[in-house]
T-cell receptor
Framework: KNEVEQSPQNLTAQEGEFITINCSYSVGISALHWLQQHPGGGIVSLFMLSSGKKKHGRLIATINIQEKHSSLHITASHPRDSAVYICAVRSGTSGSRLTFGEGTQLTVNP | NAGVTQTPKFQVLKTGQSMTLQCAQDMNHEYMSWYRQDPGMGLRLIHYSVGAGITDQGEVPNGYNVSRSTTEDFPLRLLSAAPSQTSVYFC????????????FGPGTRLTVT
């Protein structure tokens, strides 16, 4: 079992829908990252969080440390949100290193 | 700021050839790392560095060497390329590792024939 599991692996939505991507991890962590990989391959950081909730525009990230679970929500989805969304964790025993989930491929149709 | 730059963007090698993937950042970040991305798998850490002169192995270090002579540069060397090293390689940097925002380079797509 991977340390970081994402679900679903693939997600297709219609424009305007509310989207949720989930990330579960099996180790104690000090930080969790959500990243976005564009169709062209570039990777950008969306959020880094260690507790609670963060919001940026239409994106919201939450984390429940006790349940070892994080969610990324996209409100009013748009075709330009189509990308791979990647969860990564810094565990308490890995020093500076990150462990990555396999990613969730999101396609938003007009 | 240019951020994190990587060269080349694409490379084709024959089995047994060696090459160096270049990575540079202009944000004065202490932490730099190299990852490979393969279909169906998450990004996997090859090598990382917490500062100039300090490097360490990640999850999949075999067949790769790194050095960190300056804060800005972190080259990745393939010693004798193998088809199993066909992958997309990403360099990343941040202030001190996993608890800070990560900045990624654009990636290098490497094919070994």
């Amino acid at each position: 079992k991977n340390e970081v599991e994402q679900s679903p692996q693939n997600l297709t939505a219609q424009e305007g829908e509310f989207i949720t991507i989930n990330c579960s991890y099996s180790v104690g962590i000090s930080a969790l990252h959500w990243l976005q990989q564009h169709p062209g391959g570039g990777i950008v950081s969306l959020f880094m969080l260690s507790s609670g909730k963060k919001k940026h525009g239409r994106l919201i990230a939450t984390i429940n440390i006790q349940e070892k679970h994080s969610s990324l929500h996209i409100t009013a989805s748009h075709p330009r949100d189509s990308a791979v969304y990647i969860c990564a964790v810094r565990s308490g025993t890995s020093g500076s290193r990150l462990t990555f989930g396999e990613g969730t491929q999101l396609t938003v149709n007009p | 700021n240019a951020g994190v730059t990587q060269t080349p963007k694409f490379q084709v090698l024959k089995t047994g050839q060696s090459m160096t993937l270049q990575c540079a950042q202009d944000m004065n970040h202490e932490y730099m790392s190299w990852y490979r991305q393969d279909p169906g798998m998450g990004l996997r850490l090859i090598h990382y560095s917490v500062g100039a002169g300090i490097t360490d192995q990640g999850e999949v270090p075999n067949g790769y060497n790194v050095s960190r002579s300056t804060t800005e540069d972190f080259p990745l060397r393939l010693l004798s390329a193998a088809p199993s090293q066909t992958s997309v390689y990403f360099c990343a940097s941040s202030w001190t590792g996993g608890s800070y925002e990560q900045y990624f380079g654009p990636g290098t797509r490497l094919t070994v024939t």
